[in-house]
């Protein structure tokens, strides 16, 4: 009971940070450059992470049972990532073409739609107004201009910013990211205190960068619940803390389980860096030399902070 209450005392430093990140992005609008030396500085500390606390597993496993579930989990990690792909697609499509049936609309009415009555340019009639009334009126008196049919309530210009989908591939492979690093605190718990407050604290830098990250995806999205999304991923750290935890006797006795669920965190890992967060700051097809290299500032920065923890 010790294990599991430290367990999660430990879990929500990182989650706490990665809370307040994100609420913080939401409530901030980041310039896209900034955005993605952020998403650089994030991919980064993954990388770092990945090669210090779950290669190492990987690399020493031996005898047949521990190889194949080295595989199993790795590629049942990449499975899931591009499952997630699938099945939540980011309808960047569908947008363009309402957006296309807007300008449509507003180039070509439907022609039932009503001609009004009122001239929309000005409240007063001038003079050269009331000649072309007399004019170029038709039987009704009405007014006949090209653009005569669209009303005072039809914007001669759409000024409606189109918004972004929600990232929600981006969010599940958050929440698998942080119910990953919750385990790895709880299971750093049984090999000893010290092991798990340096953990704690390098995921605490990682999950600050990576909560601003996903709130710079979810600003300016069509859905209405980035707020709720933002407690997913501090939630998740805080539960794979207890699962970690409440398990870790049973992994340290299996080494066949223990790697294979630490293959199946780096495989996710990398799908998270390779996929959502590069492609993300190179969306725009530009490379700026201090967003690009942000990656490596967050390397070797992840490395110089295990370094002064475990002095």
Avoid at 111 to 120: A, D, F, L, T
Avoid at 138 to 160: C, H, K
Avoid at 243 to 263: E, F, K, R, V, W
């Amino acid at each position: 009971m010790i294990s599991l209450v430290e367990a999660i005392a430990l879990g929500f430093i990182p989650a706490f940070a990665m809370l307040v990140c994100t609420l913080v992005g939401l409530g901030t609008e980041v310039p896209h450059n900034m955005a993605g030396a952020l998403q650089h500085f994030a991919a980064g500390i993954l990388i770092c992470s990945i090669g210090i606390e779950l290669l190492p597993a990987m690399k020493e496993a031996s005898g047949f049972s521990e190889v194949f579930a080295s595989g199993v989990g790795f590629f049942s990690g990449v499975a899931l990532m591009i499952a997630v792909g699938v099945l939540c697609p980011e309808p960047e499509e569908d947008q363009d073409e309402d957006a296309e049936t807007k300008r449509a609309e507003y180039i070509d009415p439907p022609k039932s739609r009503p001609i009004p009555r009122k001239n929309s340019i000005s409240g007063r009639k001038s003079s050269l107004l009331s000649k072309a009334y007399k004019q170029g009126g038709n039987e009704s008196g009405e007014l006949q201009f090209p653009f005569s049919n669209i009303s005072e309530e039809t914007p001669l210009v759409d000024n409606t910013t189109p918004k972004k989908p929600f990232p929600r591939a981006l969010l599940v492979t958050v929440c698998v990211d942080s119910i990953l690093d919750g385990l790895l605190i709880g299971i750093a718990t049984a090999a000893g205190p010290s092991t798990a407050t340096m953990l704690s604290l390098s995921l605490c830098v990682e999950m600050s960068f990576l909560g601003l990250t996903l709130a710079t995806a979810m600003a300016g999205a069509t859905s209405k619940y980035s707020v709720p999304a933002s407690f997913l991923g501090p939630v998740f750290i805080i539960i794979g803390a207890c699962i970690g935890s409440l398990i870790s006797s049973a992994l340290s006795s299996s080494p066949t389980a223990l790697i294979g669920m630490l293959s199946f965190g780096v495989s996710a890992l990398l799908f998270m860096v390779a996929e959502e967060l590069l492609l993300q700051a190179h969306a725009n097809g530009e490379h700026i030399w201090w967003v690009d290299v942000q990656l490596y500032v967050g390397f070797f920065g992840s490395i110089l902070l295990a370094k002064l923890v475990a002095e």
